[in-house]
């Protein structure tokens, strides 16, 4: 389980310090500790275990369109006429489509707090790339849509005037090998908002319907009120690098519009 307590820079140099918990015939536990300039951004606790026989059982993952029948969120980046859009259109990690459609451009009409997606990586991973690595792209890749069933359920976009939005907490489990190569099923839900804060789940199977991963997350979600108004710290937006060079970066703040987009 993660503790996400500050924004990093990604200009800066992480120190991480793992402390030893314990170690046990078949447990392992370790403290990880992110800081940067001398401050913790991030507090993390994991759970090891060898591998070891036993029962082998499993919810079934829902019939639900294949990927190959739904529209990829690259070709929607590709047809908006907005630098973050064109930006993601070239060079977004993953390959996401929505059952549902998405929430980029519009919130969703029905206000569900449900949500169904496939994704994999658009490059190829190494054949020899072991577990800590297909694990570690399913948890990056996983904090790009997590929070998409909440602001469903609120009747917000990532396009929502004002919205602020960032990640809180995240707690992940690992049940079966991982290969982001492959497609794979989130199904997810949003129980609860409340207070600015919202709790989503996921739960992830591959192409073949194996549950590989269950996730649980908290983030922050916040728009201007009559009284409040975002705060604009966490959203990202696009800068022009060079003049005419055609090249942008992504930066945190506030957009000209006041509207969020995904990382």
């Not at 500050?6 to 120190?15: A, C, E, K, L, Y």
């Not at 392992?28 to 029962?55: C, K, N, W």
């Not at 690259?74 to 998405?102: I, Q, S, W």
């Not at 942008?248 to 969020?260: F, I, P």
Request: aromatic share 8%; proline share 5%; with cysteine.
């Amino acid at each position: 389980r993660a503790y996400f307590m500050r924004g990093g820079r990604p200009d800066m140099p992480v120190r991480f310090a793992v402390e030893r918990l314990h170690d046990g015939r078949s447990f392992s536990q370790r403290r990880t500790t992110a800081s940067q300039d001398g401050v913790p951004i991030l507090t993390m606790i994991s759970s090891f275990q060898e591998t070891q026989g036993g029962a082998d059982v499993q919810i079934r993952a829902p019939e639900v369109p294949r990927p190959e029948e739904l529209t990829s969120a690259l070709e929607l980046f590709r047809t908006v006429n907005h630098p973050v859009a064109k930006f993601l259109g070239r060079t977004a990690a993953f390959d996401l489509r929505h059952v549902e459609g998405t929430v980029y451009l519009s919130p969703d009409e029905e206000r569900s707090g449900v949500q169904h997606l496939w994704a994999r990586s658009r490059g190829r991973v190494p054949a020899g790339a072991s577990q800590t690595v297909h694990r570690a792209l399913l948890t990056y890749m996983c904090d790009q849509v997590m929070l998409e069933p909440a602001l469903r359920s609120q009747g917000l976009s990532w396009r929502s005037k004002g919205m602020s939005l960032a990640t809180l907490d995240h707690t992940q489990w690992f049940h079966r090998d991982v290969d982001v190569c492959d497609w794979l099923l989130f199904v997810q839900d949003s129980p609860s908002s409340q207070g600015g804060r919202a709790m989503v789940r996921a739960e992830v199977f591959d192409s073949s319907g194996r549950l590989v991963s269950t996730i649980a997350q908290e983030g922050m979600i916040r728009v201007p009120t009559r009284t409040a108004r975002g705060s604009g710290r966490w959203e990202i937006r696009m800068t022009e690098e060079d003049g005419d060079s055609g090249r942008w970066r992504v930066r945190m703040g506030e957009g000209d519009d006041g509207s969020a987009i995904p990382s």
